[in-house]
Structure formats: structure tokens, C-alpha cells
Nanobody, 125 residues
């Protein structure tokens, strides 16, 4: 599985960005595709995830109401729409794929064997 994350950049607080995660090398069925982020000096943390079927979406409390995860089946791509960005959202954002994650494990990075290279999001105050 190859994952290509893109869409990061520099934005002012209150602004928006849309990240993309283009996947290849696998036919998705019940996989979960997740976004994680790692801020400088901090551990990587869960942001959001979606079932490829579209049946379920999961969000970290810190981004609920501001971020929306979606997927385009035809393009094999998952998006993370980030609105009302805050300086504390500054991080490298990674997308990842889990073939077997269940609802209680989608938040754990150990559930994801496939990872993209990361894209940097910087939010200025």
C-alpha cells in the first residue's frame, strides 16, 4: 500500500486547509483510513478516521466540530477538511490505513500497518 499525503501549508488562525491522502496498491473494503498528527516535541496522536464503506467516522475531541473526514471512492482518496484552525493544530499530519481496526482500536496508531510520509500544517496566531 502506498499513501501520498498532501495539502499542508501555512495558514492563519481561523483559516482552513484540506488535506488529501491518495492511496494505491490495495483494494479497500472494510479498511479504516486514519489521520494522525505529531506536533514538535509531542507524541503522535489520533485526529480522525473513516471506514472505507463510509459507514462510520471517528474524531478526536480536540477537532470535533472543526474537522471533517471524507473519502472519494473513485479517486481512492481520503480528505481531511480542517476549519477554524488553531495554533495548537500545528503538526505534521500523517494518513494511515488499517485493514482490521475495529471501533475501539481506530484511535491507536498500532492498529495501522500502512503509513504515508506526512504533510506539515503550520497555523500562525
Amino acid at each position: 500500500v502506498q499513501l501520498q499525503a498532501s495539502g499542508g501549508g501555512l495558514v492563519q488562525a481561523g483559516g482552513s486547509l484540506r488535506l488529501s491522502c491518495a492511496a494505491s496498491g490495495r483494494t479497500f473494503s472494510n479498511d479504516a483510513v486514519g489521520w494522525f498528527r505529531q506536533a514538535p516535541g509531542k507524541e503522535r496522536e489520533f485526529v480522525a478516521a473513516i471506514r472505507w464503506s463510509g459507514s462510520s467516522r471517528y474524531y478526536a475531541d480536540s477537532v470535533k466540530g472543526r474537522f471533517t473526514i471524507s473519502r472519494d471512492v473513485a479517486k481512492n482518496t481520503v480528505y481531511l477538511q480542517m476549519n477554524s484552525l488553531k495554533p495548537e493544530d500545528t503538526a505534521v499530519y500523517y494518513c494511515a490505513v488499517s485493514p482490521r481496526a475495529i471501533a475501539t482500536s481506530v484511535v491507536r496508531e498500532g492498529s495501522y500497518p500502512y503509513w504515508g510520509q506526512g504533510t506539515l500544517v503550520t497555523v500562525s496566531s
